[in-house]
């Protein structure tokens, strides 16, 4: 058989068709490779996991992920009621992460995130979980993690491996010993009628406290291990029906009361006067009825000292007869009566001799008083002309600075007043009588 020229050309042109498209079945899947990426469905992964260590880790084995897929993991751990499940569980701590897509070609991402949480010194249960979404509360009844645990049989769970050595199940229940959850409230209410709510966690693990209160008050407020109280203030106008819970125990019941240290008004100010008559020398002090028990000492010259205490919504007096250089020492609570009250005999008394101590003619006028004194003067109808002050006293101390004694009064001011008008009398007469005489010199 001849092989012609156009022959020829046709057989090395297939040739060399066949040697292209071999060369192109080489190349594509190199390509191929070189551009693939997975998406978060088909994404697989391997883990290790140590639950009483409260540790855990995953690694992406396909990937990168592809432009916009993202998968995030949580470790969580929680107290237990026991070294089985069982509910309820309260969170401890936990810890999240996430794997993501490069931000653009050159961008290289992490393909294992590590993970770590605080285990209780108790009953525990440690969750190693696809997603960041958390169960606070796990309690009979309510949501579970199910096949969202990493190593679980089903979707996603099912999707990461043990890596060698590791446990199938990334989950744990264990411990020893009975958590002993210890939240306080403590109620302060105010002179205004709101209550302050002090949320005390004295716990090792964080507490949600749920308030509730009339007028649909309603507020929740979790407090983390070891963190410091936290204050909730409840209106007056929601004080009543106050309820707070904490792990399913009403740890406070109530409503507002008002504080025992309210004063409205302030502690009052006592009343203390003297009164100084024809028979001698009578104090007299009132308590108010928001006043505080007081004590005063009155010391004569002549005579006994008398103690007077007196109580809130009090009135009592002490008398003291009227005697020549009579004066009375006041010490005690009443500080601006300290020092001595002299007894000034009024003008009008007359000439008689004043009576004897403890034998005074008639009773000085006075309030009635609450507690009989030492001497009692023997009741008459005459009515006493008396020389009284009545200047309220002040439980304040006056200053060192100003004249703490006490005025005086009667006929010897008068006296002196009356021998200053007669020398300006006087000399004004003898002015005018030697102007006289020199005008007469003169002429």
């Given at each position: 058989m001849r092989h012609t020229p156009l022959r020829r050309v046709a057989l090395v042109a297939a040739g060399a068709l066949l040697g292209l498209t071999g060369l192109a079945s080489v190349a594509s899947p190199a390509m191929a490779t070189?551009?693939?990426?997975?998406?978060?469905?088909?994404?697989?992964?391997?883990?290790?996991?140590?639950?009483?260590?409260?540790?855990?880790?995953?690694?992406?084995?396909?990937?990168?992920?592809c432009e916009g897929e993202s998968q995030s993991f949580a470790?969580?751990?929680?107290?237990?009621?026991?070294?089985?499940?069982?509910?309820?569980?309260?969170?401890l701590d936990t810890s999240k992460q996430a794997f993501t897509a490069p931000g653009d070609k050159r961008e290289l991402t992490t393909n294992k995130l590590d993970f770590k949480v605080a285990?209780?010194?108790?009953?525990?249960?440690v969750d190693f979980v696809f997603g960041d979404e958390i169960i606070d509360e796990l309690v009979n009844g309510g949501a579970r993690y199910?096949?969202?645990?990493?190593?679980?049989?089903?979707?996603?769970?099912?999707?990461?491996?043990?890596?060698?050595?590791?446990?199938?199940?990334?989950?744990?229940?264990?411990?020893?010993?009975?958590?002993?959850a210890e939240p306080e409230v403590k109620a302060l209410p105010d002179c205004q009628g709101n209550v302050t709510l002090k949320l005390i966690n004295r716990s090792n693990f964080s507490t949600p406290f749920r308030i509730t209160a009339d007028g649909n008050f309603s507020e929740t407020k979790t407090v983390g291990v070891n963190a410091e109280p936290v204050d909730v203030k409840v209106p007056a106008a929601n004080a009543k029906n106050i309820v707070v819970k904490a792990q399913n125990k009403v740890l406070y019941e109530g409503s507002w009361t008002k504080p025992e240290d309210c004063q409205v008004p302030e502690?009052?100010?006592?009343?203390?006067?003297?009164?100084?008559?024809?028979?001698?020398?009578?104090?007299?002090?009132?308590?108010?009825?928001?006043?505080?028990?007081?004590?005063?000492?009155?010391?004569?010259?002549?005579g006994e000292a008398q103690t007077l205490t007196v109580k809130a919504n009090e009135t009592k007096t002490a008398f003291f007869p009227g005697t020549e250089g009579l004066k009375v020492t006041v010490s005690g609570?009443?500080?601006?009566?300290?020092?001595?009250?002299?007894?000034?005999?009024?003008?009008?008394?007359?000439?008689?001799?004043?009576?004897?101590?403890?034998?005074?003619?008639?009773?000085?006028?006075?309030?009635?008083?609450?507690?009989?004194?030492?001497?009692?003067?023997s009741e008459s109808t005459a009515t006493p002309t008396e020389s009284?002050?009545?200047?309220?006293?002040?439980?304040?101390?006056?200053?060192?600075?100003?004249?703490t004694s006490l005025p005086v009064t009667g006929a010897a001011a008068g006296g002196i007043a009356g021998g200053a008008a007669l020398l300006v009398a006087v000399g004004a007469g003898l002015f005018f009588m030697a102007r006289r005489r020199k005008l007469n010199f003169k002429a």
């Open positions: 070189g551009s693939s990426c997975t998406t978060a469905a088909n994404a697989e992964y391997k883990h290790e996991f140590n639950g009483p260590a409260g540790t855990a880790s995953i690694e992406l084995t396909n990937g990168p992920l470790l969580v751990s929680y107290t237990a009621p026991s070294a089985q499940f069982e509910t309820p569980q309260f969170v285990v209780p010194e108790c009953y525990t249960q199910n096949d969202r645990k990493v190593g679980s049989p089903g979707a996603p769970g099912y999707k990461s491996k043990p890596a060698a050595g590791q446990p199938q199940n990334a989950w744990y229940n264990g411990g020893s010993g009975t958590c002993k502690v009052g100010t006592p009343d203390a006067k003297y009164t100084s008559s024809c028979e001698g020398l009578t104090f007299e002090v009132k308590n108010p009825e928001n006043g505080k028990d007081l004590t005063a000492t009155f010391t004569p010259t002549t609570d009443l500080d601006v009566l300290n020092g001595e009250v002299v007894w000034t005999k009024p003008a009008d008394c007359g000439t008689d001799t004043p009576p004897a101590e403890g034998t005074p003619s008639a009773s000085p006028s006075v309030s009635t008083p609450a507690e009989t004194p030492s001497a009692t003067p009284t002050s009545t200047s309220p006293v002040a439980t304040t101390p006056v200053s060192d600075d100003e004249d």
